[in-house]
T-cell receptor, first 110, second 114 residues
C-alpha cells in the first residue's frame, strides 16, 4: 500500500503562477523526496529534505516538511509550460525502499 | 555520465509466459531497486539489490524475482504472467543502500500482457 497521499490530485494553472502541492504520509520517516514524472517516462529527482529539516530551496522549488503533521509541501514558483508533469513525494524508512504517494498531475497552461 | 538504462522499452507478452527485464545502473552505483507503476496501485516497490544481495523486498508474489550481477547490472523476471502484471517497470540506482540516498530512475519498461 502507498505511504503517502498527494493533494490535490490534479492542478491546472496559468504560466507564471505558483503551484503548490501537498503530501501527507503515515509513519515516521528518515527523509522525504520529491520526484517529477513526464507522461510515460521515468521519474526525475527534484529535491530531498531530511527529517530534521523544515524547509529547503532549489531554484524555483521550495519544499517544507512538518514531521509533527506528517506532511510536506512542494511550491513551484513562476511556473512554465515545461513544468507540466506528475509530481510524487517519496518517503524512506529502510534502505532504498521508497514509498511513493499517489501523485499530483500539474498542467501549466501557456 | 550515462543514466540508468532499461531494456527493452516496450514489450507484449501472452498470459502464462515469462519475461526478463534488464537494468544497467549509473556507473559506480551499486544499489539497484525495481518499482512497478500501474494506474490503480501507483508506484510500488518490488525489491532492492546491493552488491548482488537482495536487501529489501516488497509485497509481491514469488513470481516476481530479480538478481544483480557483479557489475551491478540487474535483471528482474516475472513468471507465469497475468493480465494484472501489465505495468511500467522502473529501475532505479543509487550509490549506496541506506537511508538518505537519492535514487535515479531509468525510463522504464512498458509491459503489456494479453
Amino acid at each position: 500500500s502507498q505511504q503517502g497521499e498527494e493533494d490535490p490530485q490534479a492542478l491546472s494553472i496559468q504560466e507564471g503562477e505558483n503551484a503548490t502541492m501537498n503530501c501527507s504520509y503515515k509513519t515516521s520517516i528518515n527523509n522525504l523526496q520529491w520526484y517529477r514524472q513526464n507522461s510515460g517516462r521515468g521519474l526525475v529527482h527534484l529535491i530531498l529534505i531530511r527529517s530534521n529539516e523544515r524547509e529547503k530551496h532549489s531554484g524555483r522549488l521550495r519544499v517544507t516538511l512538518d514531521t509533527s503533521k506528517k506532511s510536506s509541501s512542494l511550491l513551484i514558483t513562476a511556473s512554465r509550460a515545461a513544468d507540466t508533469a506528475s509530481y510524487f513525494c517519496a518517503t524512506d524508512r529502510t534502505g532504498n525502499q521508497f514509498y511513493f504517494g499517489t501523485g499530483t498531475s500539474l498542467t501549466v497552461i501557456p | 555520465k550515462a543514466g540508468v538504462t532499461q531494456t527493452p522499452r516496450y514489450l507484449i507478452k501472452t498470459r502464462g509466459q515469462q519475461v526478463t527485464l534488464s537494468c544497467s545502473p549509473i556507473s559506480g552505483h551499486r544499489s539497484v531497486s525495481w518499482y512497478q507503476q500501474t494506474p490503480g496501485q501507483g508506484l510500488q516497490f518490488l525489491f532492492e539489490y546491493f552488491s548482488e544481495t537482495q536487501r529489501n523486498k516488497g509485497n509481491f508474489p514469488g513470481r516476481f524475482s530479480g538478481r544483480q550481477f557483479s557489475n551491478s547490472r540487474s535483471e528482474m523476471n516475472v513468471s507465469t504472467l497475468e493480465l494484472g502484471d501489465s505495468a511500467l517497470y522502473l529501475c532505479a540506482s543509487s550509490l549506496a543502500s541506506g537511508s538518505g540516498n537519492t535514487i535515479y530512475f531509468g525510463e522504464g519498461s512498458w509491459l503489456t500482457v494479453v
